[in-house]
């Protein structure tokens, strides 16, 4: 009788342990609509101004970002971006291991020099790749909608990339050719100085933007937003303040580390293209060195 208890109680027991294992995997698995935004606001860049016009009356205008100081004056009016591999990120310790920008030898072989991420927990988002033609009058864009888990996210990561060998691409201006050199990650036009220029580079930019604040998904809303921020304005600016000639080829590396640290991401749930507020009413803006992590002295050329 005795061994007949005992064994009701460890079946029980065990029929417990399964329903809450149970439980823990089907909440794990809940899932919230999840939007991706992106805006072009000017971060601080008090030299920088957006301006609107119509080619022909009646026609949509187009915006365009100007920059200027005592001595240049950059127009931009198109930026273009290839992105693909969009994850977002929850708890990680990140590796320091130099910059995050990759180059490519004659024969196409990548090496990157990135910030290694130890993290057990990403989600991917989007795979990609396509094409982002930036939307340079600073209203919010979306990205991508997803499904994520429940859970509290504190980075986005992504690839700027050229497209991949005989892949086949919509915009022809990221392609000039079959090498590997003339496949392009970036596309800007505008103006330097009164001249017209094309800037295009192969470089491949890694994107590590810690969230901040964080996201949490949870159930207590419908859907969700995170938003990018990228100033094109600093895109062209040099560490030392002075804007950089885009034709000149020497400065292709400059020009890629400054679009590089022009990103900062936020959680944007009321989608109005600023981070959203905390329980006591503060905001979480801070430059963009907090919002990539790393060493100050990363990336020099």
Known sequence: MKMLKSTFVV???F???????????????????????????PNGNTNAMTTSSSPNPGSPSTSSVIVANANDTLKIDTAKVMIREIEFHGSEKMENQGDSLGHSDSLGNEEHYHHHYANEDSTEFEAGPYILNLNLDTTLTTIAINQLPNG??????FKIHRPLPNASVQDSDFVDGPGIRQRYSIVVKGYFNGKHFVFKTPETIREHIFL?????ISDSLNSYNATINVDVSKWFIGRDG?????????SKFAISWAIHRSFRAFKDNNEDGHE?????GMNHDQNNNDNHQGNENDGNS
């Open 11 to 13: 079946i029980m027991s």
């Open 15 to 41: 029929l417990a342990f399964s329903a809450c294992n149970s439980l823990t995997k089907s909440n794990s698995k809940r899932t919230a609509k999840t939007q991706l935004s992106l805006t072009t606001s």
């Open 152 to 157: 509290t996210y504190n980075a986005i990561s």
């Open 212 to 216: 901040n604040p964080p996201l949490t």
């Open 242 to 250: 002075n804007i950089i000639d885009p034709t000149d080829p020497h």
């Open 276 to 280: 959203d507020h905390d329980e006591w």
